[in-house]
């Protein structure tokens, strides 16, 4: 079954930026949907971008719009969070999560049913 590997959180300063990355144990297919979510403590799990249909598609967060950019490299079955002008607010637990059949609602964790450990971002 897929495995998935995120890495490259760590801490930066307000205003910087970080790349995460999702590594695929193997491909999750043409209908999938890849997506990035977050969770900080006492807090619910929330989506910040999705990408579906091979690319085709992607779904952003209003909180992260014009600052988070999603993408993926499909021969190296990677997935990438590129964010730019971090906010404290952005400090959280990052998940790479796939729905393998694909999903109507991109954003809703409950839709995926693969996720990775996570990644700590932290933005003071």
């Known amino acids: 079954h897929v495995q998935l590997v995120e890495s490259g959180g760590g801490s930066v300063q307000a205003g910087g930026s970080l790349r995460l990355s999702c590594s695929a144990s193997?491909?999750?297919?043409?209908?999938?949907?890849m997506a990035w979510f977050r969770q900080a403590p006492g807090k619910e799990r929330e989506g910040v971008t999705a990408?579906?249909?091979?690319?085709?598609?992607?779904h952003y967060a209003d909180s992260v719009k014009g600052r988070f950019t999603i993408s993926q490299d499909n021969a190296k079955n990677t997935l990438y969070l590129q964010m730019n002008s971090l906010k404290p607010e952005d400090t959280a637990m990052y998940y790479c999560a796939a729905a393998l059949l694909g999903s109507l609602y991109p954003l809703l964790h409950n839709e995926y049913n693969v996720w990775g450990q996570g990644t700590q971002v932290t933005v003071s």
């Open positions: 990408i579906c249909t091979g690319g085709g598609t992607t």
């Open positions: 193997e491909d999750t297919g043409s209908s999938s949907c």
